[in-house]
């Protein structure tokens, strides 16, 4: 089945910082998605991004989806930014989320 | 609703008891999903339905496992005969129309069983 890596596992910054967390898959897809995973477990909706780039705020992804990656920028990092963050992809011609393992973000004040 | 809700948030339970966890899609959605967080096995697929179709069940670990979606909008997961190995996050989400033709699925905040 399809592989979807996600680095770095971990990444610890200070508050001020700015991050870049990648998505590598192995298939051609028809949908990713990137998910922000708070402390309570909520797995929040920061992009559907399935080529192309969005902006939303201080976060931007990129996917580019001939060479099959993903990239998450997250710019100016607050202390809520902690959480995991995990990317998903759909390949084509199915409909299930695969996940990757996530990038376990830390921001400290 | 405003979102996907499910319930219960908490179940503990004995080893062999049957368990039932419910979701409720966002309303419109025509597409519900479940799949499961554990520590062991990062989220996984479990089953998907969309409107009348059979269901994907490919992702179902045994058949313990089993799902239902009544109506075309509340689902029911039931595991029976319960392991300790099913003890996870049950995590729902639903779109409108499928993922593979471009619906962004929106999750529910899990039910977390644990299975003494």
């Known amino acids: 089945g399809i592989q979807v890596e996600q680095s770095p596992p971990d990444l610890i910054l200070q508050e001020g910082a700015n991050s870049t967390l990648r998505c590598n898959f192995s298939?051609?897809?028809?949908?990713l998605q990137w998910f922000h995973q708070n402390p309570w477990g909520q797995l929040i909706n920061l992009f559907y991004?399935?080529?192309g780039t969005k902006q939303n705020g201080r976060l931007s992804a990129t996917t580019v989806a001939t060479e099959r990656y993903s990239l998450l920028y997250i710019s100016s990092s607050q202390t809520t930014d902690s959480g995991v963050y995990f990317c998903?992809?759909?390949?084509?011609?199915?409909?299930?989320?695969?996940f990757g393992q996530g990038t376990r973000l830390t921001i400290n004040p | 609703g405003a979102g996907v809700s499910q319930s219960p948030s908490n179940k503990v339970t004995e080893k062999g008891k049957d368990v039932e966890l419910r979701c409720d899609p966002i309303?419109?959605?025509?597409?519900l999903y479940w799949y499961r967080q554990s520590l062991g096995q990062g989220l996984e697929f479990l089953i998907y339905?969309?409107?009348?179709?059979?269901?994907?069940k490919s992702g179902l670990p045994s058949d313990r496992f089993s799902a239902e979606r009544t109506g075309g909008s509340v689902s029911t997961l039931t595991i029976q005969r319960t392991q300790q190995e099913d003890s996870a996050v049950y995590l729902c989400?639903?779109?409108?129309?499928?993922?593979?033709?471009?619906?962004?699925?929106?999750f529910g905040p899990g039910t977390r069983l644990t299975v003494l």
């Open positions: 989400a639903s779109s409108y129309g499928l993922a593979g033709g471009g619906g962004t699925q929106y």
């Open positions: 298939d051609s897809v028809n949908n």
């Open positions: 991004i399935p080529s």
């Open positions: 998903a992809v759909v390949i084509q011609g199915a409909q299930k989320l695969v």
């Open positions: 309303s419109g959605h025509t597409a």
């Open positions: 339905f969309q409107g009348n179709s059979a269901p994907d």
